[in-house]
């Protein structure tokens, strides 16, 4: 497991907090509708935040698939993606959020970086951080 877990709660079209940049897994929870430029600007604030490693679940997950992996491209405009920041994406949207916590824990790893932190963005009207991170730990 990574060395540590943050939560971090969004409610749709709020703005992403400071987070100190190192490289991290982020498990995505999409629990609520957002429109397509929020998306656009969390998808590169986890790109600049050190995110290596995105699995997004819930609520039109692929398209977050598809942002991050847009936004790490538009990070290096024409040139080439270095390989120890190259994100990796998946989306989980028929398996259960316990399946993808289990998937961090296990699969989720970077071949060219070592990922020091778990970030949970959970994107939804109200907080649930304790369950989730228990959720998580228990994985």
């Known amino acids: 497991m990574s060395d540590s ?3 971090i709660h969004l409610r749709p079209g709020t703005d992403p907090c400071d ?4 490289p991290s897994k982020f498990v995505v ?3 609520a509708e957002v429109t397509y430029e929020w998306q656009k600007l969390v998808s590169e604030w986890m790109v600049e935040s050190g995110c290596l490693y995105m699995m997004a679940w819930g609520r039109e997950c692929s398209s977050w698939d598809d942002s991050v992996d ?9 040139g080439p993606i270095p390989d120890d920041q190259f994100v990796l994406t998946t989306w989980h949207d028929h398996e259960p959020l316990t ?7 296990s699969v989720a790893k970077h ?3 070592a ?6 963005l ?6 649930r951080q304790s369950d989730l991170i228990r959720l998580l730990e228990s994985a």
């Open 29 to 31: 929870a999409v629990e």
């Open 70 to 78: 847009w936004a790490n491209i538009e990070k290096f405009g024409d």
């Open 111 to 113: 071949q060219n970086a």
């Open 99 to 105: 399946e993808v916590f289990w998937y961090a824990k």
């Open 122 to 127: 959970h994107i939804s009207s109200a907080a």
């Open 115 to 120: 990922l020091l932190r778990t970030v949970i």
């Open 19 to 22: 987070i100190e940049k190192k």
């Open 5 to 7: 877990i943050t939560y």
